[in-house]
């Protein structure tokens, strides 16, 4: 089992930036990737950010606003959020692959929720 730990989240002006953290912890795991998603109030959740050993892929979206950055020490990874849209709102869900011997499993945080007033 892994336990994903979010912390960051909260109410910004359009235009201001914000910073989520994410935390993997368990016992006999390594990390395939880990990424953001979100989903907004009546929409489907989708893939914000994602980072693995082959690099970094991001919505279209957020491109040249948002930077997904990995500490493989920690097993954590960040979501730098800048010149934030309204549009952005949403419950931001963090995300891990995470390989065992024999398997792997994909794990979820709690939710975080982004709140950006225009």
């Known amino acids: 089992q892994v336990q994903l730990v979010e912390s960051g989240g909260g109410l910004v002006q359009a235009g201001g930036s914000l910073r989520l953290s994410c935390a993997a912890s368990?016992?006999?795991?390594?990390?395939?990737?880990m990424g953001w998603y979100r989903q907004a109030p009546g929409k489907q959740r989708e893939l914000v950010a994602q980072?693995?050993?082959?690099?970094?892929n991001y919505a279209d979206s957020v491109k040249g606003r948002f930077t997904i950055l990995r500490d493989n020490v920690k097993n954590a990874v960040y979501l730098q959020m800048n010149s934030l849209k309204p549009e952005d709102t949403a419950v931001y869900y963090c995300?891990?692959?995470?390989?065992?011997?024999?398997?792997?499993?994909?794990?979820w945080g709690q939710g975080t929720q982004v709140t950006v007033s225009s």
């Open positions: 368990g016992n006999h795991f390594s990390i395939n990737s």
């Open positions: 995300y891990c692959n995470a390989r065992f011997s024999t398997n792997t499993n994909d794990y």
């Open positions: 980072i693995s050993g082959g690099g970094t």
